[in-house]
């Protein structure tokens, strides 16, 4: 049981440059979330899901955006890479009354 | 708007030394209060859920209490493999999300 997987582990980027992250949940569950983690400022809520097919803003969603077309995958995308997007990059799932999982996140610099 | 406040930021304990983490927080109506443990390079781990006033949880050497204003995170007799970072979050009564604090990171020395 893989839980909650996220793809890559580690990226540079230029500014201006796009990708994408990928998180992966094999549990079946209907919620998912995307976080940033800075020095000092705790986990930020970016995106979320309530089920597939649904996304919404967070508390900081700007030169952001997400999908979620399966179930199991929550994607998460940068159009144009800006060096204020440096961070690490954190996925979670839960099933409704239940607490949150994370992935292991990804560590994102640009330069 | 909902907030969640830790401390102290970081804290030193010696092997055996018990102490406490206070997170303290504003909530519209609180459906629960969350406890993560978090190690350097992963993801936070889930500890304890918290629901009402009253409400205590013990797991191991931690042992989790709730307030209607704050929760605290005790820890007896800490070992070094108790370093992390601890994580504190709330989720409102009628809301899908969790507001996190910065964290406290703990260090236990032999």
């Known amino acids: 049981n893989a839980g909650v997987t996220q793809t890559p582990k580690f990226r540079v980027l230029k500014t201006g440059q796009s990708m994408t992250l990928l998180c992966a949940q094999d549990?079946?569950?209907?919620?998912m979330y995307w976080y940033r983690q800075d020095p000092g400022m705790g986990l930020r809520l970016i995106h979320y899901s309530v089920g597939e097919g649904t996304t919404a803003k967070g508390e900081v969603p700007d030169g952001y955006n997400v999908s979620r077309l399966k179930k199991q995958n929550f994607l998460l995308g940068l159009e144009s890479a800006a060096p204020s997007q440096t961070s690490v990059y954190f996925c979670?799932?839960?099933?409704?009354?239940?607490?949150?999982?994370f992935g292991d996140g990804t560590r994102l610099s640009i330069l | 708007e909902d907030q969640v406040t830790q401390s102290p930021e970081a804290l030193r304990l010696q092997e055996g030394e018990s102490s406490s983490l206070n997170c303290s927080y504003t909530v519209s109506g609180l459906r629960g209060l969350f406890w993560y443990r978090q190690d350097p390079g992963k993801g936070p781990e889930f500890l304890f859920t918290l629901y009402s006033a009253g409400e205590e949880k013990e797991k191991e050497r931690l042992k989790a209490t709730l307030t209607k204003k704050e929760s605290f995170l005790h820890i007896t007799a800490p070992k070094p493999e108790d370093s992390a970072t601890y994580l504190c979050?709330?989720?409102?009564?009628?809301?899908?999300?969790?507001?996190f604090g910065a964290g406290t990171i703990l260090r236990v020395k032999s």
């Open positions: 549990m079946n569950h209907e919620y």
């Open positions: 979050a709330v989720q409102a009564i009628y809301g899908n999300k969790l507001v």
């Open positions: 979670a799932s839960r099933r409704d009354n239940q607490p949150q999982h």
